[in-house]
């Protein structure tokens, strides 16, 4: 093993084996290790280029002589090997003389370091197992590998981020994530240690990741190298800054962005979404977007409107523009084998590719190919039919939906991209989706550009995307468990999110338990990043079967306005529709911090008191934005809700107007119609009071 200096890239090599260690903006480095003589290309999510900076690199001849070859033996036996030291500002990048890496802060506290278990002459430390710290292993017959990278566990350390999954907790110690695209569920595989740095594995590929109590782990099922980002700062805020960097900042989001949004599974015509935006405006309620929903379309794949439904499109989003609301259409990644750009878009290469079996990816009213959003022309050809179909009548608001893409089944072997087989790179899926929509609104001259859209990857914050979090369940669990994904999605760098409030698969409208469940969930909604209502409302109503195509149409769940849940709840609705709109500039301003900083809009506590231990704790309640502190309640039949108030700061209930001083628990009133916010340092914030 040789390692050696180039400019200021230290490199490890072995064989064909290289390690790659880059300085990779302010206080970060980049690593990547190959098991091939040339280094694969694919930046993934860091191709944003990194402020130049120049590290500190030096080389130390040390003593490497085996413990038993002391005394007599000494002069026969004596070794020496050489240890290499990167500072790059606040982050130190140790590699002994057998290739193994440590990394410290500025103080020289150890960040985190490889795991091996194999000799090490240099702590007289020897142990039999031969388990390296980076393993590429070639799959047979082939150029690709199977990777496992492992660091040591610390039994103080929390992890939070990683992007969302259905589950209890935002700390992930202990946890092992699928890193994988589901429904509901998005791979974002970036972290903040309560350690004090951020871990990025910029690898698109199918695997898991394990923050075990004996050791982390990372795997990859099929991949060409091994690629991470590590980042030291002083502050999560200081180390989420430098992670967004690294792969690009939120744009600033669209003033439509910052009110109400009204969605519901589904307006099935012109006529019926009219009559709801009307009604809402009659009311004097606000209202800044709507959604038309999904088969709203001819057929899968031709990306235009029923005219049967929608007979003057045009018309709708001149109406609607002129009620001051802005139209959002749904679109699939889905074509239809009757479409009629199927049949170009097979011959371009523009469709997902089976590997074995036919070519179907998902049966659900209609036989229907996934186009490929890793392919540029498929991108362009994709963004040109929306363009023509919706662009043009003036829309430039697109819900991209089954961004994951919702393979059934989640058979990730079988499928092949552009960018290469799915195994290696699924999980850029809908970050490419949300690239062409970018791409093509930015051409057409849009500087306002939001996609709402139901995965991510990092950097899809940088086109524009608000993520939700799928099709969730209406139940007290599952609002619980969208808390913590929320939080999970922002310190994962992806800061626009917000959930189907209320929930989407159930939820009857007349059930006075659904209806305790969505107030509560509205209320929260209203401090979330955006505040959109949306749900499959069962049972849906029924209609005459009706047949399109040889297809049978959709009908609609039930009504899903403030409205249609009891006139003593439309008045607790309305209330939370105002406090949005009281807190526009707020939002507005924390829209603005994301954009500029990377600063998640929703965060834990910790976020903004690192130096309150008992903040890392806390998950039941969160910042939006800087001075309001959040407490959904999200158990039913609560009248009261405990609250920990960060050390650090002076607290006012918005509610009550109580004043607590930092650092401990309370218990405030939580009616139905209240959710606890504090306020924090005597700020003035116009919410219940």
């Known amino acids: 093993m ?26 970060s480095v980049r690593v990547r290790m190959t098991a091939v003589p040339v280094m694969d290309a694919n930046d993934w999510a860091l191709e944003e280029a990194p402020k130049e900076v120049t590290p500190v690199i030096t080389f130390e001849t040390i003593d490497v002589t085996d413990p038993w070859y002391r005394g007599e033996e000494w002069s026969k ?40 278990r194999n000799r090490d002459r240099i702590n007289r430390y020897c142990v039999p197992l031969r388990v390296d710290a980076r393993q590429l292993k070639p799959l047979y017959g082939g150029t690709d590998f ?15 981020g990683m992007g969302q999954y259905q589950e209890k907790h935002m700390n992930k110690k202990g946890a092992t994530l699928e890193l994988a695209h589901r429904n509901s569920q998005a791979s974002v595989p970036f972290y903040v240690s309560s350690r004090g740095y951020g871990f990025f594995w910029n690898n698109p590929a199918i695997g898991t990741a394990t923050f075990g109590t004996n050791k982390t782990e990372w795997y990859a099922k099929s991949t060409k190298k091994l690629d991470y980002f590590i980042t030291a700062g002083d502050t999560p805020a200081e180390i989420e800054a430098q992670y967004s960097l690294a792969t690009g900042r939120t744009p600033m989001m669209p003033e439509y962005g910052l009110g109400y949004w009204q969605c519901k599974l589904r307006y099935r015509n012109q006529d019926e979404l009219l009559a709801v935006a009307r009604e809402h405006k009659r009311r004097g309620l606000p209202m800044d977007a ?43 990644p889905t074509i239809d084998e009757r479409s009629k750009n199927f049949g170009k878009m097979a011959d371009m290469g523009y469709l997902v590719n089976a590997d074995r079996g036919n070519q179907n990816h998902m049966t659900w009213m209609g036989n229907t190919v996934f186009y490929d959003a890793t392919h540029p022309g498929a991108q362009r050809y994709v963004w040109d039919c929306c363009r023509e179909n919706y662009y043009k009548l003036g829309i430039r608001v697109f819900w991209l939906d089954e961004a994951e893409p919702e393979y059934g089944p989640y058979d990730f072997d079988n499928y092949r991209y552009y960018a290469g087989p799915a195994l290696q790179c699924s999980n850029v899926y809908p970050l490419g989706y949300a690239k062409g929509f970018y791409d093509g609104l930015k051409q057409e001259g849009e500087t306002e550009i939001m996609s709402l859209v139901r995965c991510a990857w990092a ?57 305790e ?31 399109r195509n040889g297809v049978r149409q959709l009908t609609s769940g039930q009504d899903n ?21 009281n807190l526009r500039p707020y939002v507005r301003q924390c829209m603005k911090d994301a954009s500029e900083t990377g600063a998640p809009v929703m965060r834990p ?39 920990y108030l960060p050390a650090g700061a002076v607290w006012t209930d918005a509610y009550t107007g109580e004043v607590y001083e930092g650092g401990q628990k309370v218990t405030v009133p939580a009616p139905l119609d209240i959710i606890p916010v504090m306020i924090r340092d005597g700020k003035e914030y116009k919410i219940y009071r």
């Open 146 to 160: 199977e990777l496992t990278a492992r660091f040591e566990a610390f039994d103080d350390e929390m992890i939070f």
């Open 561 to 581: 306005e403030v409205w249609s849940f009891g006139e003593d709840n439309y008045e607790i609705l309305k209330k939370y529709l105002f406090i949005r709109e």
């Open 459 to 515: 950097g899809s914050q940088k086109y524009g995307v608000l993520t939700w979090s799928g099709d969730i369940y209406s139940s007290f669990r599952s609002m619980r468990e969208q808390l913590q994904a929320g939080l999970s999605m922002g310190m994962a760098g992806i800061p626009w999110w917000t959930s189907d409030i209320g929930g989407f698969l159930g939820g009857d409208i007349k059930d006075p338990a659904f209806r």
């Open 2 to 27: 040789h390692i050696y200096q180039e400019n200021n890239r230290i490199i490890i090599a072995d064989g064909n084996s290289q390690v790659w260690i880059d300085p990779w903006g302010e206080n």
């Open 77 to 116: 036996y004596h070794q020496t090997g050489t240890q290499v030291t990167m500072v790059n500002g606040k982050i130190t990048v140790k590699i002994s003389h057998e290739g193994w890496l440590s990394f410290y802060n500025q103080k020289g506290e150890l960040l985190t370091q490889e795991y091996w």
């Open 605 to 643: 506590l910790f976020y903004d008191f690192p130096e309150d231990k008992a903040s890392w704790q806390v998950e039941d309640s969160y910042m939006f934005g800087p001075d309001l502190l959040v407490s959904p309640v999200m158990e039913a039949g609560a009248v009261t809700r405990e609250i």
């Open 290 to 332: 709507i959604v038309v929903d999904f088969f709203h379309w001819t057929m899968q794949g031709d990306f235009q409107f029923e005219p049967l439904d929608w007979p003057d499109p045009e018309a709708m989003v001149k109406e609607l523009k002129e009620l001051g609301i802005e139209t959002v259409v749904s679109v699939w």
């Open 517 to 547: 469940l969505l107030v509560r969930w509205f209320a929260w909604g209203a401090f979330c990043p955006v505040f959109r209502m949306h749900g499959e409302r069962s049972p849906w109503h029924e209609r005459e079967q009706e047949f």
